[in-house]
């Protein structure tokens, strides 16, 4: 696969480059390029548009303003200073209960760096806010917020945990796992690397946005910057401060108990508008959804858009072209490596324009780019035919096969799933690869499921063991013997 452009290349370059250029700090033999660059891409132009109003407000005591790095969690390059001028603290500064080391990166926001943490004896991260102006500190400290809220909201190895939201001298803080790695951003700058490996560790990261709206949130700007990777390969999303609700129903329920008291609450369609400066629209412009960028009410098929440019961006190297009438997929897509139809197919419904138009929700997005995968030869003889057998003296799992002898989720079965989750839900059921997990379901009577290749199903005493065979996502649907019906995500990633 191509890595991703930087700034010396044609396509769109580095958004620290970008921010450099905004601040008047890009090398002046790369500034021509740059102009000419932005003549043609709308995407950068907004980009750079956005740290430019940002660098022209108002500063505390008329200090220097340097450029601000949008890429939160990549190191600074030698020598440019973060942010107001001064603002850094020194290490072995205390900051309640942590003493900060090394600085780690700075955004437009915070400022994060590497702690120790003596009560535990373990290592953070802490994302201090950076002093602004009054008007758009008072933002942030509500962004810090509501990213706490969310991410700790959740719990999943996908999903970058949250340990403490506080506030010492005025100064709010955000202390979070400490991942010894890089970004997805920096990681796929570091060498050219096989599709397969860049779509799998995709995969892993979808799996938290997956459990992310399986909580009634949407992330609204996911991007490489955003996603850390350990060195352990294990992806982490991150940077949960644009976070909402998009379930309108679960935000209205609460909206009565929230209303009264001082918790800040992750935003409502009316608190965004309160925390949005007119004219803007928060996120990154380059990875946003077209609803997104218009002001309209986004969901989580707004994350799924996102999620597909950033995955073609790392593919081919570039990210795909808006300006075609066509599928952003087709439209370009002649760089890169040779992907299987099925990758290609997957992309373009996600990049589709309208939200109406994509996959219907995550999971399906990954399930799509996961594909037929091989299955031994056992299945040869089945051909598109359904095995169901009742759970009893042999258990059995529902396998929907198709003439090349590769499981995938039938429209069929895809409708009873969708009659499932309207009836009662959706339960999200993560699974690591080598570790097999027990579903309780007391009088079970039968179960299907989407991809037998996915997960083995075996009866056990009170409900169900489940072994994961590799990576991906399907559906796990089961009946009781009181007549009950219940639908499960079932998520498998890599340890």
């Given at each position: 696969m191509s890595p991703l452009p930087t700034s010396a290349s044609p396509a769109c370059p580095d958004e620290n480059a970008l921010a450099g250029f905004a601040s008047?700090?890009?090398?002046?033999?790369?500034?021509?390029?740059?102009?000419?660059?932005?003549?043609?891409?709308?995407?950068?132009?907004?980009?750079?548009a956005a740290v430019a109003a940002e660098s022209s407000a108002p500063n505390p005591g008329g200090l220097s303003q340097g450029p601000t790095r949008l890429d939160s969690r990549v190191p600074s390059p030698e020598g440019e200073k973060p942010g107001v001028a001064g603002e850094l603290l020194l290490e072995g500064t205390r900051l309640g209960p942590y003493v900060l080391r090394e600085l780690l990166g700075v955004g437009g926001m915070g400022v994060v760096y590497a702690a120790e943490?003596?009560?535990?004896?373990?290592?953070?991260?802490?994302?201090l806010l950076r002093p602004l102006r009054e008007g758009i500190e008072g933002e942030n400290r509500v962004r810090?917020?509501?990213?706490?809220?969310?991410?700790?909201?959740?719990?999943?190895?996908?999903?970058?945990?949250?340990?403490?939201?506080?506030?010492?001298?005025?100064?709010?803080?955000?202390?979070?796992?400490?991942?010894?790695?890089?970004?997805?951003?920096?990681?796929?700058?570091e060498r050219e690397r096989p599709w397969r490996d860049v779509l799998k560790l995709f995969l892993a990261a979808g799996a938290g946005l997956v459990a992310a709206h399986q909580q009634g949130?949407?992330?609204?700007?996911?991007?490489?910057?955003?996603?850390?990777?350990?060195?352990?390969g294990r992806p982490r999303v991150t940077d949960f401060g644009l976070a909402r609700r998009w379930r309108r129903e679960e935000s209205d329920a609460?909206?009565?108990?929230?209303?009264?008291?001082?918790?800040?609450?992750?935003?409502?369609?009316?608190?965004?508008?309160?925390?949005?400066?007119?004219?803007?629209?928060?996120?990154?412009?380059?990875?946003?959804?077209?609803?997104?960028?218009?002001?309209?009410?986004?969901?989580?098929?707004?994350?799924?858009?996102?999620?597909?440019?950033?995955?073609y961006e790392a593919l081919h190297g570039e990210r795909p072209d808006r300006s075609s009438k066509r599928t952003s997929v087709e439209a370009r897509g002649k760089k890169g490596p040779r992907l299987p139809a099925h990758v290609r197919a997957a992309l373009a419904r996600g990049l589709a324009s309208e939200p109406e138009a994509r996959h219907p929700s995550m999971e399906a997005l990954l399930q799509a780019l996961s594909g037929p995968s091989p299955v031994s030869k056992k299945w040869l003889g089945v051909m598109a035919l359904v095995l169901v057998v009742l759970l009893g003296a042999g258990t059995w799992a529902r396998a929907w096969l198709q003439p090349e002898f590769a499981p995938k989720e039938s429209?069929?079965?895809?409708?009873?799933?969708?009659?499932?989750?309207?009836?009662?839900?959706?339960?999200?059921?993560?699974?690591?690869?080598?570790?097999?997990?027990?579903?309780?379901?007391?009088?079970l009577s039968r179960v299907a499921i989407g991809r037998s290749d996915l997960v083995e199903i075996q009866s056990v005493e009170n409900g169900l063991?489940?072994?994961?065979?590799?990576?991906?996502?399907?559906?796990?649907?089961?009946?009781?013997?009181?007549?009950?019906?219940?639908?499960?995500?079932v998520s498998v990633t890599s340890p």
């Open positions: 008047g700090v890009l090398p002046p033999g790369d500034v021509p390029a740059m102009a000419a660059h932005l003549d043609v891409c709308e995407d950068c132009r907004a980009l750079v943490d003596p009560r535990l004896e373990r290592r953070v991260a802490v994302k810090l917020s509501r990213e706490a809220q969310a991410m700790a909201r959740l719990s999943h190895p996908n999903v970058l945990p949250v340990f403490e939201l506080g506030s010492v001298d005025g100064r709010d803080y955000l202390a979070m796992e400490w991942v010894e790695g890089t970004t997805l951003a920096g990681w796929l700058r949130l949407v992330h609204r700007d996911f991007k490489p910057a955003n996603v850390l990777v350990g060195r352990d609460r909206a009565a108990a929230e209303v009264s008291t001082t918790t800040l609450s992750l935003a409502t369609d009316q608190e965004e508008t309160a925390l949005t400066r007119e004219g803007t629209t928060p996120g990154t412009p380059a990875y946003m959804s077209p609803e997104q960028r218009q002001g309209r009410a986004v969901d989580a098929r707004s994350d799924q858009y996102s999620f597909c440019v950033a995955l429209e069929a079965f895809l409708s009873e799933v969708e009659s499932a989750r309207k009836a009662s839900g959706n339960v999200f059921f993560p699974m690591l690869l080598g570790e097999a997990r027990k579903l309780e379901l007391p009088g063991l489940l072994t994961p065979l590799s990576s991906g996502a399907t559906h796990l649907l089961v009946w009781t013997r009181d007549g009950k019906r219940g639908l499960y995500t």
